[in-house]
């Protein structure tokens, strides 16, 4: 089996030495690339060869913009933003520039090891405790209009909700993946959302809301 490139980029040198040490432990995986600011995050996303960068929100440079920059490139690796803030904001604005997971420093390194697989596989992570309050600030926001999904992108959302990746999804719907793209971006307008995490986060909210009161 390949091995998977994982660059990481923090400008604490011993959270970066950590990183290493421990990302270079993990089956499959090794650290081909590291970075102590946004200029060199986006200089080694552009060398291509990662499948995944794990970064700091707090360093030198515009991050926020070198993650979108970096979600736009061609054969764009994942972004997995590794930081001390529990700021729901920060998170959200992280995920809205393209960056698929958000974990908080201080977790354990059983979730870090988690988040990497699962962004890996194509679907989003955020660290739990922080999740509970981005769910919580969704529901929060002003209620808008109904939004009634087609057959089909009901069909795409559900796969979404049991952590599908457009691959997984194109593959059981018998569908090009280029067509799940189509129709993500479609659900991702009719509910205002960023991204796919965002469609999950709308979607539950709403059958949540929908179902009937216990009595």
Known sequence: MSLVNIGLVDDHPIVLAGLSELVGELQNKRVLATGTCAEEALAMAERGGLRLIVMDLNMKGPVLETIGRIAALPNAPAVLVFSASEKVEDCCAALSRGASGYVIKGSSESELFQAIDIILEGREYISPSLAVRVFRQTQARDKKQDVVLSFREDQIVNQLLNGAS??????????????????MTQIMQKLDAKNRLEVALAVQRDRMERQPAKV
Do not use: G, V
């Open 166 to 183: 457009n691959r997984d999804i194109a593959t059981r719907l018998r569908l090009s993946e280029k067509t799940i793209k189509y129709y």
